[in-house]
T-cell receptor
Framework: DQQVKQNSPSLSVQEGRISILNCDYT??????FLWYKKYPAEGPTFLIS?????DKNEDGRFTVFLNKSAKHLSLHIVPSQPGDSAVYFC????????????FGQGTRLTINP | GAGVSQSPSNKVTEKGKDVELRCDPI?????LYWYRQSLGQGLEFLIY????????KSGLPSDRFSAERTGGSVSTLTIQRTQQEDSAVYLC?????????????FGPGTRLTVL
């Protein structure tokens, strides 16, 4: 049973436009959410996170939105740059078992020049 | 280097053989994690070490899987009697402490192929 789902395996966006990556979860106990970025042949790197007490967190070009009632989060990248092309994973954890991040399947983002 | 390193980067083995995967965490990081990513799947938690505490093994898929962490640093993940479904990329991560949920630093992974 996939507790964290990224329903779009791939996304293509024009350079300079906004990229929106979506993630849905089913476990209402999740209270901390993260986005990781992964380049080929490298491990995932932490990008941005959000606690369930917030509905938005912003860091430069990256903004994460959380809609707890819909059990949905999204990552916005604006403006998109060619270096943003990578696989993006969303992940979630619950206070109990906080070390066990549950990851989505990933979305491959391609930024076209 | 300063990052998490893993070896080997690729491992091809025959069904039924045992394999050992190694992880060198970032120096000073007390928490160490193993995850795996099967084709088309997200990262799946396997095991977590924190300092001298007993490891959290709740993610290990079967008793063929085991891991140890010697001296609070290097970790080895062992898979006995490998099966084709064990084929995946095995990722190791470390963090400064258990409280840093997000700040896990991942290694590049070991791609395991079981023929």
């Amino acid at each position: 049973d996939q507790q964290v789902k990224q329903n779009s395996p791939s996304l293509s966006v024009q350079e300079g436009r906004i990229s929106i990556l979506n993630c849905d979860y089913t476990n209402s106990m999740f209270d901390y959410f993260l986005w990781y970025k992964k380049y080929p042949a490298e491990g995932p790197t932490f990008l941005i996170s959000i606690s369930s007490i917030k509905d938005k967190n912003e860091d430069g070009r990256f903004t994460v939105f959380l809609n707890k009632s819909a059990k949905h989060l999204s990552l916005h990248i604006v403006p998109s740059q060619p270096g943003d092309s990578a696989v993006y994973f969303c992940a979630a954890s619950a206070l109990e078992g906080a070390q066990k991040l549950v990851f989505g399947q990933g979305t491959r983002l391609t930024i076209n020049p | 280097g300063a990052g998490v390193s893993q070896s080997p980067s690729n491992k091809v083995t025959e069904k039924g053989k045992d394999v050992e995967l190694r992880c060198d965490p970032i120096s000073g990081h007390t928490a160490l994690y193993w995850y795996r990513q099967s084709l088309g799947q997200g990262l799946e938690f396997l095991i977590y070490f924190q300092g001298n505490s007993a490891p959290d093994k709740s993610g290990l898929p079967s008793d063929r899987f085991s891991a140890e962490r010697t001296g609070g640093s290097v970790s080895t993940l062992t898979i006995q009697r490998t099966q084709q479904e064990d084929s995946a990329v095995y990722l190791c991560a470390s963090s400064l402490g258990a409280e840093q949920i997000g700040q896990k630093f991942f290694g590049p992974g070991t791609r395991l192929t079981v023929l």
